[in-house]
């Protein structure tokens, strides 16, 4: 049984993390299971968000995530975001002593809320695969719930003052926290964090929604790619994921 200090060791040499990634496109993430047609039916209901019962937007975070969208993260000065929201720029300090502190004050908020979605969703998790799943689903319901968010997780916007951990990396740990002691990694596995892969996970349900969404996927058609995409994750690409490539782009 690994304990959950394990997982926090160094970096493995690059041949090794070499041989791991090719492993990975080979043949996936096998300790993952597949989720049968009547666990998905069910955790897919479980994952469902529903939009009312979130915050609305704070009109400082939709300005800031335009400014994203338009300038990408480095191009959202003060100057333009005073100018977003016809406010004079001095009145912006009154919020926040910089600029850092400003964009991370105003997507803070959202974020969180994001991470709590995804805390109360995998609570409700029998397994780690139902954990990946769940975290995958809900994250693209969420995403298409709340556009915006899409482009602060695809920038990286958000770090903590101290030490650079996004918040997400938090929410991560403590999703995984209470499963790490009841799966036993295989040795071949071992090559990368599972927040990496959860980081990836991530990834995914962000690239699907921002890309699909300029494609003019439907609603429909987003939510039927999580099961091709968990299929990736746990089979590899190779196996589950290039079949569908021109799909991806031409749905």
């Given at each position: 049984m ?21 492993n ?26 529903d939009?009312a ?10 300005a ?10 480095p ?15 001095s ?66 916007a ?42 990836f ?10 890309h ?40």
């Amino acid at each position: 049984m690994q304990n959950q200090t394990e997982y926090k060791t160094k970096l493995p040499d690059p041949d090794t993390f070499a041989d791991g990634v090719r492993n990975w496109l080979q043949n996936g993430w096998q300790f993952l299971q597949k989720i049968d047609n009547k666990s998905q039916e069910k955790l897919d209901t479980m994952c469902l968000i529903d939009n009312a019962n979130l915050r609305q937007e704070s009109r400082f975070f939709v300005a800031v995530t335009r400014l994203i969208q338009l300038y990408g993260l480095p191009g959202v000065t003060v100057d333009r975001l005073a100018d977003e929201l016809h406010m004079a720029k001095s009145s912006l300090y009154n919020y926040s002593k910089n600029k850092q502190q400003l964009i991370h004050s105003v997507i803070k908020e959202e974020v969180e809320q994001f991470a709590f979605c995804l805390r109360e969703k995998v609570s409700c998790a029998q397994s780690f695969s139902e954990c990946v799943y769940i975290m995958l689903r809900t994250s693209v319901s969420y995403l298409i719930a709340r556009p915006n968010v899409s482009y602060v997780l695809a920038w990286g916007a958000l770090f903590n003052a101290k030490k650079g951990e996004t918040v997400r990396d938090r929410a991560i740990a403590d999703i995984l926290r209470p499963f790490l002691l009841d799966i036993s990694i295989p040795q071949q596995y071992q090559w990368m964090k599972l927040s990496a892969l959860t980081r990836f996970v991530e990834l995914l349900a962000t690239s699907l929604v921002i890309h699909g969404t300029k494609q003019g996927f439907s609603t429909e058609q987003l939510i039927s790619w999580v099961p091709v995409l968990y299929e990736c994750i746990r089979a590899g690409p190779q196996k589950a994921g290039l079949q569908y490539s021109n799909n991806w782009f031409h749905e």
